[in-house]
Antibody, heavy 120, light 108 residues
Framework: QVQLVQSGAEVKKPGASVKVSCKASGYTFTIYGVSWVRQAPGQGLEWMGWISTYNDNTNYAQNLQDRITMTTDTSTSTAFMELRGLRSDDTAVYYC?????????????WGQGTLVTVSS | EIVMTQSPATLSVSPGERATLSCRASLSVSTNLAWYQQKPGQAPRLLIYGASTRATGIPVRFSGSGSGTEFTLTISSLQSEDFAVYYCQQYNNWPPASFGQGTKVEIK
C-alpha cells in the first residue's frame, strides 16, 4: 500500500534551517510528483511547492522561493524539503503529499506530518 | 492567483442528516477541483477529485458536484466519523495550488 513516512518533530531557533524528509513506499517513486503543504496551528492548508521526482523540476510558492529547496533521492525513494532563515511564523505541521501528474495537481496520499517549532 | 472561498465556516448538523458544503473559485477552474477531509491531529485525506469522482475507498455518502466557479460537497447522511474540517482545492491554474479556508462540520 502507498505510504509516505516523514521524519520526526523538530525544534529550531529563529534564523536556523530545517530539513524534513518524506520516504515513499508502495509505488514507483519516479512516476508521481511530491508536493509540500504546511499548516500553522489552528489554521488552514498552505501550498509550499512541488518537485518532479522524474527530473527534479520544481515550483515554489512565491512567498517562500528565496528560502526553500526541495530535492529527492531516487535511490531511497525519499523527498526532502529544506527551509532556511526560520521565523516564528514558520511554526507549523509540514506535510508531504503525492501528486498524480503535473496536470492532475491534487494530493492523493499524504505523509503523517512533521511539526516544526521555531522558538528562541 | 485563484482564490477559493468556502461557506459556511462552520456547519452544525445532527447525525443522520444531510450536509451541504460550498466552495467558490474567483475564476473558472473547470472541474479541476478536489475536496479533502481533515480530522484533528491527522493529515488531510483526499475525498473527491475532478469535482465529482470519489477517491479510492471513499464511501458513497460523499458526493461532489459543480463546475466553473461553484462547487458543492454533499454528505448524504452524516456519520459520527464525518465530523471534521473539509477543504476544497483547485488545480486548474497552478502554481500555486490554492485551498479554501475550510468548513468545520460539527455535531448539532
Amino acid at each position: 500500500q502507498v505510504q509516505l513516512v516523514q521524519s520526526g518533530a523538530e525544534v529550531k531557533k529563529p534564523g536556523a534551517s530545517v530539513k524534513v524528509s518524506c520516504k515513499a513506499s508502495g509505488y514507483t517513486f519516479t512516476i508521481y510528483g511530491v508536493s509540500w503543504v504546511r499548516q500553522a496551528p489552528g489554521q488552514g492548508l498552505e501550498w509550499m511547492g512541488w518537485i518532479s521526482t522524474y527530473n527534479d523540476n520544481t515550483n515554489y510558492a512565491q512567498n517562500l522561493q528565496d528560502r526553500i529547496t526541495m530535492t529527492t533521492d531516487t535511490s531511497t525513494s525519499t523527498a526532502f524539503m529544506e527551509l532556511r532563515g526560520l521565523r516564528s511564523d514558520d511554526t507549523a505541521v509540514y506535510y508531504c503529499a503525492r501528486v498524480p501528474a503535473s496536470y492532475l495537481y491534487y494530493f492523493d496520499y499524504w505523509g503523517q506530518g512533521t511539526l516544526v517549532t521555531v522558538s528562541s | 492567483e485563484i482564490v477559493m472561498t468556502q461557506s459556511p465556516a462552520t456547519l452544525s448538523v445532527s447525525p443522520g442528516e444531510r450536509a451541504t458544503l460550498s466552495c467558490r473559485a474567483s475564476l473558472s477552474v473547470s472541474t479541476n477541483l478536489a475536496w479533502y477531509q481533515q480530522k484533528p491531529g491527522q493529515a488531510p485525506r483526499l475525498l473527491i477529485y475532478g469535482a465529482s469522482t470519489r477517491a479510492t475507498g471513499i464511501p458513497v455518502r460523499f458526493s461532489g458536484s459543480g463546475s466553473g466557479t461553484e462547487f458543492t460537497l454533499t454528505i448524504s447522511s452524516l456519520q459520527s466519523e464525518d465530523f471534521a474540517v473539509y477543504y476544497c482545492q483547485q488545480y486548474n491554474n497552478w502554481p500555486p495550488a490554492s485551498f479554501g479556508q475550510g468548513t468545520k462540520v460539527e455535531i448539532k
